[in-house]
């Protein structure tokens, strides 16, 4: 078991940032981001996926209880409900950007500051190099957020 706060403060900025693993491993997101991949593209394998993932799941998770080995809850142990999975998911998407690459393209970006991540795809011939640089030790202080300053 790992807990972990939800929002980490950017060791350089001291802005909070979201630095957490829900919109990954929560049960309800493999169906959620076939559907989101295939209302984007509208490629109808992603929509067959979908359906055949979304029943699975369904099934496994919600009906029968299964628990998958990794997972994301409440730092006291509580479940996190499929609405409140589903707006992290859609304030996530909303902020997304997408890039057409080429060969030779290079990106750096700051992880702490920036998710990353990657979509479905059958692109046959994509093949990306990561290298990651030294660790930054993470802030100690503590996130709150007051009524007058909240974040969304």
């Known amino acids: 078991t790992w807990n972990s706060p939800a929002f980490q403060l950017h060791p350089i900025s001291k802005e909070p940032v979201w630095f957490n693993h829900i919109q990954v491993f929560h049960w309800t997101t493999f169906p959620a981001e076939l559907w989101f991949a295939w209302t984007r593209t509208g490629d109808i394998r992603l929509f ?62 700051d992880n702490l500051s920036t998710s990353h991540g990657r979509q479905p795809t059958y692109d046959k011939g994509r093949f990306i190099v990561v290298g990651m640089g030294a660790n930054v030790a993470k802030a100690n202080e503590q996130v709150s957020f007051s009524s007058d300053n909240s974040q969304q």
Request: charged content about 20%; glycine content about 8%; overall charge positive.
């Open 48 to 109: 067959l996926h979908f359906c055949v993932v979304f029943v699975f799941t369904m099934i496994k998770y919600g009906l029968l209880g299964h628990k998958m080995s990794l997972t994301t809850s409440f730092g006291d142990g509580e479940p996190i409900s499929m609405a409140d999975a589903a707006e992290i998911r859609r304030c996530i998407h909303k902020n997304m950007v997408f890039s057409r690459w080429a060969v030779g393209d290079l990106l750096f970006l």
